[in-house]
């Protein structure tokens, strides 16, 4: 099955783009991914701040006797949310002249580490997880990234190299 290349690098650009339709763009083209779709991941934006969310789902469940979220699910939720925001940053911060330049950036980001700290089960109706910029270089960036559950607490934290 052929997949419709509209990668995270086609994002579209007017003259007067506002930064919000870059990033409701950048969360439609994750939110095609099969793999997203299946686990019944989303990212949205929301005041402005890309974030990722989960409903638990008993497909989910790494932990059969306590009902707790896989930590490969939180690790995954991480991951995504921090790459989908250095990209939203890399546009942010883009001149209409460096548009195509970032645009290439975009579609080459990958992970190059990530640690991933677990600091509570993984219970919740839900989970949200955001990210900060730690520092957003030429060649790549830095992020931390956090997971709640619908209670706000945090369940799990992350720091997250990329490079594109």
């Known amino acids: 099955m052929a997949l419709k290349k509209s990668w995270t690098g086609n994002v579209e650009f007017g003259l007067d783009t506002d930064v919000t339709v ?21 990212m949205r934006v929301v005041d402005g701040v890309i974030e990722a969310y989960v409903e638990m789902q008993k497909e989910l469940i790494g ?10 699910v939180a690790a995954t939720i991480l991951d995504s949310i921090g790459g989908i925001t250095a990209m ?15 645009s290439q950036k975009v ?4 992970t190059i580490d990530i ?5 509570a089960p993984g219970r919740g109706q839900y ?4 990210a900060e910029t730690l520092r957003l270089g030429r060649k790549g960036c830095t992020m ?5 559950n619908d209670e706000g607490k ?9 490079v594109y």
């Open 154 to 162: 945090a369940i799990a934290t992350a720091i997250a190299s990329y």
């Open 107 to 110: 579609s080459k980001l990958a």
């Open 22 to 42: 870059v990033l409701e763009q950048l969360c439609h083209a994750f939110n095609q991914s099969p793999f997203y779709t299946y686990c019944g991941m989303s």
């Open 144 to 148: 931390r990234m956090t997971m709640e």
């Open 115 to 119: 640690r991933v700290d677990y600091l």
């Open 63 to 72: 932990n059969t006797a306590f009902r707790i979220l896989h930590g490969g």
């Open 127 to 130: 989970f949200v997880a955001r």
């Open 88 to 102: 939203g940053e890399l546009y942010k911060k883009a001149t209409p002249e460096e548009l195509p330049e970032i």
